[in-house]
């Protein structure tokens, strides 16, 4: 299994040098060469498995065992995917009116990232420990990315994570998720800004190819291809719960599956999509907040920003640049690196770009949309609370809104909504539902634990400013260690 870029000047690379890859050196992102295909008797095997088993089984298409052996991939995962709060580390809850829902929000800081998280950064720590390398983590988090990627990687000696979250834009628990860990690897600041507004200066860190080079620079949010791979299995572990593959003949067509997925930086749908093109059966639809740019492009083909990312109740979805829709153009287009490269560097330079009407409804096609508002975020929390007595985050609020407003067109259609986090994590948003939810003790724990961040204020050259400062940390961390880290 190679990668290749999906702007078309990068290909033949393995799966380590992607894995400690952020964007491609051309700009764009790694995807596979080849897509595996999931045959019915593959499923039909993988029906029993536990996910962590199956996550080893998804992730063995995609990596040589010459890199990462079977036996050290199983330790691996088993690894990555310990300490989960519940024993399947992942479970759906089946709800009245056949509302399923796939809960992914299990591990250590309630957030469906961990599970992609943990087992991204036992890969990297393995070839870091079996090469004698450090590398530098950079993230920019719209909410759970940054805590998931310090908890995952906090402590561990060749890794150092820097992380830049939007001030006064995520809930207080996201935010006490990274400013309380106090470990030597791990570097918070706060930005006066917006998820997109942090992620123009770290696009140009990543450009700098003498940086990534001299410091091991990489990324851990879903620009990385790992992150991706994991969440191929949230889908595959749907289809197999909720399907009965077992019972179908191996000649018979595979029923349907429609997948739900509250969407913000698009990586769950990119996974999702790639799960299809690996011949898994699905409907793929991706709900939005009032930052509707995916809903604006699957709809109209209006690729294009609006002039503010807007707050609402699902802080880690107000998203205005989509970066995975990269990838799903890519996969769309048959992997045209030219026609990619065009249409990214325009919405780049431009922050718009219209796609053709043939493009639009081939998207159109393999993705439906809808966008939801605060209003029908606290009413859809209200009355699944009211019809079950079970308690959505406002992420996974936007997906289900699609349950009420949306039923199927055809009788006997198997949905699933994806639940992204846990309630409480957004414990303001539910009191404003009208309801209440016991805090677990973890999250209570965390105010009393003392905190420790930087701050990226807004001046008039803030995009300039905060990209020297991330340079400048980035440049002190390993010779505080001195230790090399040339790759």
């Known amino acids: ?234 889908f595959i572990y749907a289809y197999l719960q909720l399907i009965g593959v077992e019972q179908t003949e191996a000649a018979a067509t595979l029923p349907e599956l429609e997948v739900v997925v509250p969407t913000g930086g698009a990586g769950n749908i990119t996974a999702g999509f790639i799960v299809k093109r690996m011949g898994l059966p699905l409907k793929l639809v991706a709900m939005v907040n009032s930052n509707d740019i995916v809903h604006r492009t699957v709809t109209t083909g209006d690729f294009s920003k609006a002039l503010h990312s807007k707050q609402t109740l699902a802080p880690a979805i107000d998203i205005q640049d989509p970066y995975n829709m990269e990838r799903v153009f890519w996969l769309l287009l048959d992997r045209d690196g030219a026609a990619v490269k065009n249409i990214m560097e325009e919405f780049q330079h431009t922050h718009r770009h219209t796609l053709h009407e043939h493009h639009r409804k081939l998207l159109s096609e393999i993705l439906s949309t809808g966008t939801v508002s605060d209003d029908g975020i606290l009413d859809t929390m209200k009355r699944c609370w009211e019809e079950n007595q079970y308690i959505l985050c406002p992420h996974t609020a936007v997906g289900v809104w699609h349950h009420y407003h949306d039923p199927p067109t055809k009788p006997g259609v198997s949905r699933c909504y994806i639940a992204t986090a846990s309630p409480a994590k957004f414990q303001v948003v539910v009191e404003q539902a009208g309801l209440t939810f016991d805090l677990p003790k973890a999250v209570q724990a965390l105010d009393k634990l003392e905190t420790r961040y930087q701050k990226l204020e807004r001046s008039q050259e803030w995009c300039k400013d905060w990209e020297e400062r991330l340079r400048e940390k980035i440049k002190s961390v390993p010779s505080k260690k001195n230790t090399s880290c040339s790759y």
Not at 69 to 95: N, Q
Not at 124 to 142: C, I, M, N, P
């Open 1 to 234: 299994m190679q990668y290749c870029s999906t702007r078309g000047g990068v290909h033949g690379w393995d799966f380590r040098d992607v894995l400690f890859s952020g964007y491609a050196p051309d700009g764009g992102m790694f995807m596979p060469e080849s897509v595996p295909v999931l045959h019915h008797d593959m499923l039909r095997s993988w029906v029993e498995l536990p996910y962590p088993k199956l996550v080893v089984e998804v992730a063995s298409l995609f990596i040589p065992s010459d890199l990462i052996p079977r036996l050290d991939l199983e330790v691996l995962v088993a690894e990555a995917l310990s300490g989960f709060s519940v024993p399947e580390v992942v479970r759906v809850a089946r709800l009245k009116e056949d509302l399923s829902i796939l809960e992914l929000f299990h591990g250590e800081t309630l957030a469906f990232k961990d599970l992609a998280m943990r087992c991204t950064v036992r890969f990297l720590d393995y070839f870091l420990q079996k090469e004698k390398r450090r590398a530098t983590v950079l993230v920019g988090t719209s909410g759970d990315t940054g805590g998931s990627a310090i908890h995952s990687a906090k402590g561990l000696s060749g890794l150092d994570v820097v992380v830049v979250y939007p001030q006064g834009r995520i809930t207080p628990v996201q935010e006490k998720h990274m400013i309380t860990c106090l470990e030597d690897n791990v570097h918070v600041f706060a930005a006066d800004g917006s998820s997109d507004d942090i992620d123009q200066p770290l696009r140009s860190l990543f450009r700098d190819q003498e940086l990534v080079k001299t410091h091991g620079l990489m990324s851990l949010n879903s620009v990385n291809w790992s992150r991706i791979m994991i969440q191929l299995a949230h």
